[in-house]
């Protein structure tokens, strides 16, 4: 596996020991061409970058040392862990996003991506619910890398959960608590489960923009709690 080394001076200069390592973030970049996308990444006064780019063409760049924090997540949650630029490797992936044209990811560049992803895991020893999109831990802010992002392929090579629903199940009366003691138990943050906010659709597009691309309504319907069922008990 290649690797090209494109520098950036966007992160933390402590070297973080090995064991700290155990989240994988995937972004898209959300601008309007691959250029665009490396000058903001390695310009110091954006104040953002990533471990890796990976380009439409499957070009991994290596942009900040997997030893270095590198800022990519921001003010971000998932279970016990606040702020997971310092657990985590940051992987962007070139698209431009949903304000400019998204796009399907081509397979040139997820064949990358679960190459490095497998090396990463391997390395690092990461478990495989631990590779998680931008807005599984930022649903208030961020949307990346979206319903077109292949999840379902990724936890093939055991890289991010994925589920198998089962007609039969029986599901509680109290769909809403029972859904959101569900997204507690897998790990999403921002919200009560003993208590409804307006800001509780952001979270719930967040998991069906993951695990149920086709409707994203911020509504829990029957496939959307079954879906969480599955995945709190697995």
């Not at 397979?107 to 590779?131: D, G, M």
């Amino acid at each position: 596996m290649k690797i090209k080394l494109l520098n950036s001076p966007n992160y933390s200069r402590n070297t973080r020991p090995k064991k700290t390592i155990k989240f994988v973030i995937i972004h898209y970049t959300g601008m309007q061409s691959e250029i665009e996308s490396i000058n903001r990444l390695i310009n110091k006064n954006s104040k953002v970058s990533c471990h890796y780019l990976i380009n439409r063409k499957g070009t991994i760049m290596q942009m900040v040392k997997e030893n270095k924090i590198a800022w990519h997540a921001g003010v971000s949650k998932w279970k016990n862990i606040k702020n997971l630029n310092k657990n985590s490797i940051g992987i962007e992936l070139v698209n431009k996003g949903h304000i400019f044209g998204y796009e399907n990811y081509s397979n040139l560049q997820i064949n990358s991506l679960i190459k490095l992803c497998s090396k990463l895991k391997k390395k690092y020893k990461i478990h495989k619910e631990n590779f998680l999109g931008h807005s599984d831990i930022a649903p208030y802010r961020k949307i990346d890398p979206g319903e077109k992002f292949p999840w379902k392929k990724l936890s093939n090579y055991k890289l991010g959960k994925w589920y198998s629903l089962k007609k039969d199940e029986i599901l509680s009366d109290d769909k809403k608590k029972l859904f959101f003691k569900n997204l507690y138990k897998i790990g999403y943050r921002y919200f009560k489960i003993d208590k409804r906010l307006k800001s509780d659709k952001l979270i719930i597009k967040a998991f069906q923009r993951r695990y149920n691309p086709k409707k994203i309504t911020g509504n829990i319907d029957l496939k959307t709690l079954k879906i969480s069922q599955f995945l709190a008990k697995n």
